[in-house]
């Protein structure tokens, strides 16, 4: 099993739409991650946190330590949020990223 | 501000020669991590390395090495290359532990 699992693995949804993608991990952790990638390889980061809840803009990102999970959720989708989101994880004591298998979001005009 | 700059963008490699890749990190950033993306196997973490020392080593072949310089500039070599080496290499790079990573393009490996 792998240590950090993310769903769904394909999201499609029209513009306008709530997105929500979640993020579960079975390791102790420091820190985790979100992460934006689009088409050509380029990986932006959106978020850090290791406690409570962000907010970016239309992003939002969530973690909940006792369960071990995380959301990211998008408001009022466009289709310029069309890109695969990946979860990653500091492990606890290891400068050490591990990710998510990332979630594929397409947004339709 | 520069971001993290990873050279070449693309490389085109027969099997069993050898390949080095290079990544310039934001400045003052003294932390460069190295991963390997596949579509089989997603994102996977190669080394970290932290003031010239390498601090974390993934779960790769010895075919795989790094080293980083005073500079914070980083470098990965990958020797006697196999098909399966054909990936998107990406650095990170951050202030040290627990802070936020700032990525590079990639340098897109193909292995014929």
């Known amino acids: 099993k792998n240590e950090v699992e993310q769903s769904p693995q394909n999201l499609t949804a029209q513009e306008g739409e709530f997105i929500t993608i979640n993020c579960s991990y079975s390791v102790g952790i420091s820190a985790l991650h979100w992460l934006q990638q689009h088409p050509g390889g380029g990986i932006v980061s959106l978020f850090m946190l290791s406690s409570g809840k962000k907010k970016h803009g239309r992003l939002i990102a969530t973690i909940n330590i006792q369960e071990k999970h995380s959301s990211l959720h998008i408001t009022a989708s466009h289709p310029r949020d069309s890109a695969v989101y990946i979860c990653a994880v500091d492990r606890q004591g290891a400068q050490k990223l591990v990710f998510g298998q990332g979630t594929r979001l397409t947004i339709n005009p | 501000k520069a971001g993290v700059t990873q050279t070449p963008r693309y490389l085109i490699k027969t099997r069993g020669q050898q390949v080095t890749l290079s990544c310039s990190p934001i400045s003052g950033h003294r932390s460069v991590s190295w991963y390997q993306q596949t579509p089989g196997q997603g994102l996977q973490f190669l080394f970290e390395y932290f003031s010239e020392t390498q601090r974390n080593k993934g779960n790769f072949p010895g075919r795989f090495s790094g080293r980083q310089f005073s500079n914070s500039r980083s470098e990965m070599n990958v020797s006697t290359l196999e098909l399966g080496d054909s990936a998107l290499y990406l650095c990170?790079?951050?202030?040290?532990?627990?802070?936020?990573?700032?990525f590079g393009s990639g340098t897109r490996l193909t292995v014929v």
């Open positions: 990170a790079s951050s202030w040290g532990q627990v802070q936020g990573y700032t």
